[in-house]
């Protein structure tokens, strides 16, 4: 697994830039000297013989910081560990040159960018892959509003996610509003429960953006509100998170349900499926997930855990009732243990 | 007095489920009712008196009574529901 | 650390209903049978319960988060202080169920002429002498009819133009398709047009005409050479014949999927279920409508007779109901259309939009007809009607009256007030209520008011009959639903 935050950096020549900021990395050598300005120019082994000047600081993995020539005299270089070493061209990073702590927000090569936009959650999933904490991070939006516009125009997707992305109110808004302005061919997938899309108001707001190409994933756990509470930790979660739905479906916003199963939900994934097709028949996707070995998982194995083999049969007929409907559905198993 | 008699205690039963039930044999026998203190008297007349079975039409009756009575709580307990669901089904948006 | 992270999380319990107890949202229910009870919901979800289960919710001795209690919590039957969303989900299914109000007269029926060179004996309006004009539309009658058409408020017109025989006046049909096509210019609905015939007069010009125009072709075929021709008596005795030629002819000349079939249910089709469907499928056809005995034209007037052919007919519809479960389970898909529309109504949240089976009646809402002579009907069934001298659903004539005079008519007010099924007797507490429908018209051909005394219709005791076997196949014959599941339409 990648390392998407550092503490190791280092300088290397003097410090000029004195505030933290949202930059984006180039190992392009024959970037636009206009472009140059803003960037932070990346050194790997192919391009350390014509490093560029007029960038506004320079990275270089700390192996290869030995063999740069004593020639090279621009400020502003870090050197960087080498688990970072796996950033690349048009990569953003948040970087503060004060504490030289660098954290990743978007690999413009990797087919999966999540933004995480906060930390903070109304439910408390007794399998949270995230698990919640309650601090106040607001400085986040502030990097990903920065980072957005240098992202790649070509990125297929983009995720939002938590954390309870909603909790942002109308700062998640203003994310959605940028990734439609600078990144207009890019799919936008948000991760939310859903709750808070009750409060019909604020799923006009987020509906209103009319972004062309915006789908959120809605986890439903079961067709019984006790059984959902549960699962999420929360009372009253089911109701809202429906409520949530069929809001966000009468103004049209694309919705996926994303369901988890694990020892509390297999039991019913017919009848769930049976709830869906007859009530939510208008939602656009499903996706039946398998249990992710992460986060409170392990905390609540005992609870959690069933070998998927012996859910085959609710699986099947749960997938049959969704054909049936000619339901979009999808089941992902991420990491089988 | 009739051969064929039903009757039904209208402490129990209230005549206008009594009459909703009969209603639905309408096909099979007409019914004469009377008031006996509390007790109403059902006298069964059939419609055609070669294939009819008083025993069974009497056994059958006597269920549908407490069905239909069971109906009438269901109705009355989820009146006000079902005016509120109706009522929020025209006001509600259209979902597709 | 794990168990101090454990001890965050609460138990099952803990999201439980802590009132324990439950209340019941609306729902009506009758006996499946000796042992078994179907209780359907406001929104058409039903569930079967044994006598045992049903006695729990009676005396209300119910255990929470039983099984039990969650099948009818997740199916709308009951809730509890824990969760009231369901109401919002009725009332959006409610809603979605009776969306086929929405479109308002989609089908309009122009019967261009009452001639024909057919003499069926189930049929009470055409006229055996094919030259006597005087029984054709007038051109004038078809542009009002027109007019009237495009003042409907649904997007999408649809026009059949029946008979008689509505070929032998075809150019009025040419007349009343290009017309239509010119005044939809302007309009731009969606228009889609279907000539019902019985294809005797079918020929290359007419087949022209209808692939330039993707015109429709809906053909009757009542069974085997026997049994059409004993039906469908016509000068010559080559009814089948022609029909059968006819089909092939537009199938080679439109394509396959341009002409369906209607079968008329006469008391001699009785005798042959399974000759009638191996018919329809040695001709190519994926489905059947089995239709019930119509009682215009026969003389089924008295209740007795009706209610004595309705058991014959469910007979029929039972045995052929098996057959073609039979022939789907042995591979070949085949349709019967009347219960995959009543599956559609059980088993999924869309409306179905089927005249017979609505409530409020769909007459004058889901269809009106144009007569010959610029007379306008609520339906076909009350054209029938009017030619047994009971003129009383007739809305009024295209030449006297105006659209808003035919429909705001007396009676089609009327039959719209009194057929709501929540306020007729015996249907305002019957558990196949999401189901049916109030066929006005037979109910005034058979008990002489819209209404009728339901103990006595063969309209009730047909639909119960055919209710309570569908639901008793999906209950208990585990193929015979996986079959019938395949032909609900998504």
Known sequence: ?337 | MTDYLIQVDVSLFDAEVVKQVLYKFADQASFNLKDNQGILDIEVIPKDPVVFDFNQLKSVILDEIIDQDLRKTISQETNDLRNLIIAKAFASADLQ | MTSATKAKFKSLDAYKNAQGSFRFLPFKFIKLDNERYILTNIAGEFIVLDKFDFNKIRDRSLEMDSDLYHKLKSKHFIYDDSSTVAIDLLALKYRTKQSFLDGFTGLHMFVVTLRCDHSCPYCQVSRQNEDTEKFDMSEEDALKALLFTFKSPSPLIKIEFQGGESLLNFKLIQFIVLKAKEMNQSIGKQIQFVIATNLSPVNDEILDFCDEHEILISTSLDGPEFLHNKNRPKAGNDSYQRAIAGINFVKSKLGPDKVSALMTTSLESLKYPREIIDEYISQGFNAIFLRSLSPYGFAIKTKSFDMYNTDAWLDFYKTSLAYIIEINKNGYFFVEQYTALILQKMLTPFATGFVDLQSPSGIGISAIVFNYDGDVYASDESRMLAEMEDKSFRLGNLKENSYQEIITADILVDALQNTILEGVPMCSDCAFLPYCGSDPIYHAATQGDMIGHKAKSGFCKKNMGVFKHIIKLLEDDLEAREVMMRWIRV
Not at chain 1, 38 to 54: A, C, E, R
Not at chain 1, 166 to 178: F, H, P, S, V
Not at chain 1, 294 to 304: I, P
Not at chain 1, 323 to 332: G, P, S, V, Y
């Open chain 1, 1 to 337: 697994m990648l390392k998407l935050y550092s503490k190791q950096i280092k300088t290397l020549t003097a410090n000029s830039i004195s505030e933290p900021l949202v930059v984006r990395l180039s190992s392009n050598h024959l970037l636009p000297i206009g472009l140059r300005r803003n960037d932070f120019f990346l050194i790997t082994q192919s391009n350390i013989d014509k490093v560029p000047s007029g960038f506004k600081g320079y990275f270089i993995p700390e192996d290869l910081s030995l063999t740069l020539g004593e020639e090279f005299l621009a400020d502003n270089v870090f050197t960087i560990p080498n688990d970072q070493e796996y950033l690349g061209d048009g990569d953003v990073i948040w970087f503060d040159p004060n504490s030289l702590n660098s954290r990743t927000i978007y690999r413009k090569n990797s087919k999966h960018n999540s933004l995480l936009v906060t930390e903070r959650c109304n439910n408390y999933c007794l399998m949270c892959s995230q698990p919640p904490r309650e601090i106040n991070d607001s400085y986040i939006v502030e990097h990903i509003l920065q980072a957005i516009p240098l992202m790649s125009h070509e990125t297929n997707e983009l995720g939002i996610t938590g954390g309870e992305p909603t909790l942002l109110g109308e700062d998640l808004i203003k994310i959605i509003k940028a990734s439609k302005i600078y990144l207009p061919e890019t799919s936008l997938h948000m991760l939310s429960n859903g709750r808070n899309f009750a409060d019909l108001e604020f799923a006009k707001k987020v509906a209103s953006v009319a972004h062309p190409d915006f789908m959120i994933g809605i986890p439903l756990y079961s067709d019984i509100n006790s059984i959902h509470d549960y699962v999420v930790q929360a009372n009253g979660a089911f109701d809202e998170t429906i409520r949530g739905i069929l809001n966000l479906k009468s103004l049209n916003q694309l919705v996926e349900l994303r369901v988890v199963i694990h020892k509390q939900t297999y039991a019913r994934l017919p009848q769930l499926a049976e709830f869906i097709t007859r009530n939510l028949l208008f939602i656009d996707h499903v996706a039946l997930m398998g249990l992710e070995m992460t986060g409170f998982t392990r905390t609540n194995l005992d609870d959690l855990w069933i070998d998927p083999i012996e859910y085959q049969k609710e699986l099947t007929e749960a997938v049959k009732i969704f054909a049936r409907f000619k339901m979009n559905t999808l089941f992902i198993i991420t990491n089988c243990v």
